[in-house]
């Protein structure tokens, strides 16, 4: 019934071959397959709401998708409202700062709440193989920051995590 220009340009296509069209011929088979029971759930009056990564003209994207139930002013149920809002750039952001909260700035390698976190998901994993964990602690580290300077025990330190992760 309506789609703005945004979507035409989201799907290369103008208004005139989307208006008319039902959501599978819009979606296509593959992707009204995946999504008809979340188009059955705003049907019903349920506003739903997910997230998809969704190929565009300049590449993949994070999209927030809401199904909504389009409400006569009666108040019986006339199809549903589709809102798909591009979040790439928030979820790239998220990403960055969940990694900056998990690793040390310094040697780039797991901090504690970062270690914790992999522990935990090497422990939920479903899998047999296993596990092994290497604790390591520097010697006379102390001395070298007292007699040198914290400036070389931070790139002693940085050193040492190169050749960890090496």
């Keep these: 019934v309506f789609v703005n220009q945004a979507f035409e340009r989201w799907v290369n296509l103008p208004a005139s071959a989307i208006l008319?069209?039902?959501?599978?011929?819009?979606?296509?088979?593959?992707?009204?397959?995946?999504?008809?029971?979340?188009?059955?759930?705003?049907?019903?009056?349920?506003a739903v709401r997910f997230e998809v990564i969704e190929d565009s003209p300049i590449g993949p994207r994070n999209v927030a998708v809401d199904y909504l139930p389009l409400v006569r002013p009666g108040g019986g149920q006339d199809g549903l409202v589709i809102v798909g809002q591009d979040v790439t750039e928030a979820r790239q952001e998220q990403a960055i700062l969940e990694l900056r909260s998990m690793t040390d700035p310094l040697t780039k390698l797991l901090n504690r709440a970062?270690?914790?976190?992999?522990?935990?998901?090497?422990?939920?994993a479903v899998t047999?193989?296993?596990?092994?964990?290497?604790?390591?602690?520097?010697?006379?580290?102390?001395?070298?920051?007292?007699t040198h300077g914290h400036a070389m025990g931070d790139?002693?330190?940085?050193?040492?995590?190169?050749?960890?992760?090496?």
Excluded: C
């Design 155 to 166: 790139e002693l330190l940085k050193q040492v995590a190169k050749r960890l992760v090496r």
């Design 20 to 46: 008319g069209r039902g959501v599978r011929e819009v979606l296509g088979d593959e992707k009204f397959e995946l999504r008809w029971p979340l188009i059955q759930r705003a049907l019903s009056g349920e």
């Design 114 to 124: 970062g270690f914790e976190q992999r522990l935990q998901n090497q422990l939920d």
């Design 128 to 146: 047999h193989a296993p596990l092994s964990i290497l604790y390591i602690d520097l010697d006379r580290f102390k001395p070298v920051n007292d």
